[in-house]
């Protein structure tokens, strides 16, 4: 029997990985320049830290957990995102006790039970960012300032930032109920999707990709028309500070994105070239998730970011790819010994080295040669165990020359520079 992937998920494999792991290292650098470091959270946790903090109504809660009990009969859930848990380890070991913001930042996959298309899998990976401890509009604006600077270095082109506010807990209620109201009058040409969820989640219906309630949705009321003074002096602080730091935005009075625990501001980034699932990267605050889960009152601000998305827009230079500086070629049983030891050397000497297992032909392991788009070609047959001085070829040059093999660490360093 042949057993294949389950539906909606994908190897990452080693002819596509240098791309992940150089995207990733751009992170590390950019990140680290604003002061996050990295965390690693679990990736199966407690149903509960999820079901709270996401939301009891929100889809991902509803439908798309991958939700098990372990086998002493707890429920167990693979984690659908990461602020919930960054949010948990952050009170289990008391990082608010420093009075400073703390910055973190997380890489791994995530696990969504949603029907899989182009851009949308059952587990993708993200790269996630969160600013813990300050209420400040200028923690918003950095963090997005950062991600922008994060693409600009990738050499993303055509994303664009997208921003709105969701008010706070004295604004968001009112406004939730005019909005409720407003609906109401057109719950009969609504999609399926809106009219069930518009009692418990309206703010929905704002988003909603059916091509029917996104005519009624333009016309609905607005949040950012109906905030309280706090969340209108925080919106143009935002607004004014990204002005500061030139950093292009648009304002869509619909975004809302899919997860209750937002205040104030919440943004995406979207690219036109992705298709239907267009949005890189989506976050926002979260003023009071911390203390909904038991923590002391800690302002926070974050977005995660989906790789496969991002990965599949960045234009890439071939140049990143790694081919081996050296590949060996052994000809016949004398060379099998003398061919393992030139490898190990020549590793331990920081190159990056290939080789042929099956001691074949000449011809068939210059051809893997070849293949391997190697720079040098190191050959060891009798001759030369026997004079000492083995063959290497340059590649890209096609002419080639004796090294001794007694120094072949060294020789191999000199051609290599000279070659550069
Ligand atoms: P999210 O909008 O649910 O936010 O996900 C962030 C990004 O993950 C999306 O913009 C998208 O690029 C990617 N993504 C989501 N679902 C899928 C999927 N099924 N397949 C492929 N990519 C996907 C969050 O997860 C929040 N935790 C962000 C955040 C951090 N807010 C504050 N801090």
Redesign the pocket.
Known sequence: MKIQSIRGVKDILPEEIWKWQWVESIAHKIFSRYGFNEIRVPIFEDTRLFSRSIGETTDIVEKEMYTFQDRGGDSITLRP???ASVVRAYIEHKMYAPPSVSKMFYIGPMF?Y?RPQA????Q?Y?I?V?AMGSPSPAVDVEVMTMLIEFFRELGLKDSQLQINSLGNQNCRPKYREILKSAIEKHLDKLCKNCINRYERNPLRVLDCKAEQCKEIAQNLPKMIDHLDEASEQHFAEVRALLDVAKTPYTINTNLV???DYYNMTAF?VTSENLGAQN??????R?DTLVEELSGPSTPCF?????L??LVSLVPFKEESNTNPDIFIVCLGDTAKIPGFQAAHELRLAGFQVERDYEMASMKSQMRKANKSNCRFTLIIGENEISSGKYILKNMAEGDQHEINSKSLSTEMTKQVNTNN
């Open positions: 995102e990461g602020t969504r949603e851009g949308r899998l059952r993708f993200q996630g969160e994105r899919g997860l995406e949005a890189i990267c989506g976050g926002g979260y974050g977005f995660a970011l989906g496969e998305r």
